[in-house]
C-alpha cells in the first residue's frame, strides 16, 4: 500500500510563505501524479495543485502565480512552496496521490495551514 506524509504547515502571517513537503512509501510505483488538495471549514476540499511523474503540473486558478508544486521521483516526494500567502489559504492542506491527474486514490492526514496576523 501507500503511505503518505506530509509536512512543514504552520502559522504564518499573511504575505509569507512556506513549504509543504509529502513522502511517499509503500508500493509507491502505482502512483503517477501527486498533488496538494485542500479543505477548509465548511468548504469543499478544492484541488490545488498536481503534478505527474513527467513533470506534468496544474494549478488552481486562486494559487497560480504564488504557489509552486515540485517534485523528486527518487525520493518519492512532492513539495509546495507557497508564497504570498493570504488569509484565504487558510485549511488543511492533504498531500494525494494516485495513477493519473484528478485520480487520487491515497492520501495522506493532512497538514494545518493558517494565514493570520
Known amino acids: 500500500q501507500v503511505q503518505l506524509v506530509e509536512s512543514g504547515g504552520g502559522l504564518v502571517q499573511p504575505g509569507g510563505s512556506l513549504r509543504l513537503s509529502c513522502a511517499a512509501s509503500g508500493s509507491i510505483f502505482s502512483i503517477n501524479a501527486m498533488g496538494w488538495y485542500r479543505q477548509a471549514p465548511g468548504k469543499q476540499r478544492e484541488s490545488v495543485a498536481a503534478v505527474t511523474r513527467g513533470g506534468s503540473t496544474r494549478y488552481a486558478d486562486t494559487v497560480k502565480g504564488r504557489f509552486t508544486i515540485s517534485r523528486d521521483n527518487a525520493k518519492n516526494t512532492v513539495y509546495l512552496q507557497m508564497n504570498s500567502l493570504k488569509p484565504e489559504d487558510t485549511a488543511v492542506y492533504y498531500c494525494?496521490?494516485?495513477?493519473?491527474?484528478?485520480?487520487?486514490?491515497?492520501w495522506g492526514q493532512g497538514t494545518q495551514v493558517t494565514v493570520s496576523s
Open positions: 494525494a496521490a494516485g495513477p493519473f491527474l484528478g485520480t487520487m486514490n491515497y
